[in-house]
């Protein structure tokens, strides 16, 4: 599964993979929720290779969640 975080103030979004599972896609939910209400400061995922990639939960703009089998277009064509 692939996840995008537009963060404030920065150029470039944040792209994570992560395992596609059900599970995972709702503790994620879940996890992106608390941290857009201001529950939690940081916002920490886990990618398919181990790390831990932590984001500081005031900083975020949007958090995007879509399937890392969804279509990929390359190039020019539509």
């Known amino acids: 599964m692939d996840i995008r975080i537009g963060v404030t103030q920065a ?3 944040i792209a994570v993979e992560v395992d596609d599972d059900a599970k ?3 503790a ?3 996890s ?3 941290a ?5 400061d940081t916002l920490w995922i886990t990618d398919k290779k181990g790390r831990d990639i ?3 939960a ?3 703009a949007y958090v995007e969640i879509g399937s890392a089998d969804a279509d990929r277009r ?3 064509g539509g």
């Open 28 to 30: 994620l939910k879940a």
């Open 36 to 40: 857009m209400k201001g529950e939690i």
């Open 58 to 60: 005031a900083k975020i």
């Open 32 to 34: 992106v929720e608390s």
């Open 74 to 76: 390359i190039g020019f």
């Open 11 to 13: 150029s470039r979004e």
């Open 54 to 56: 932590a984001v500081p």
């Open 24 to 26: 995972v896609r709702q």
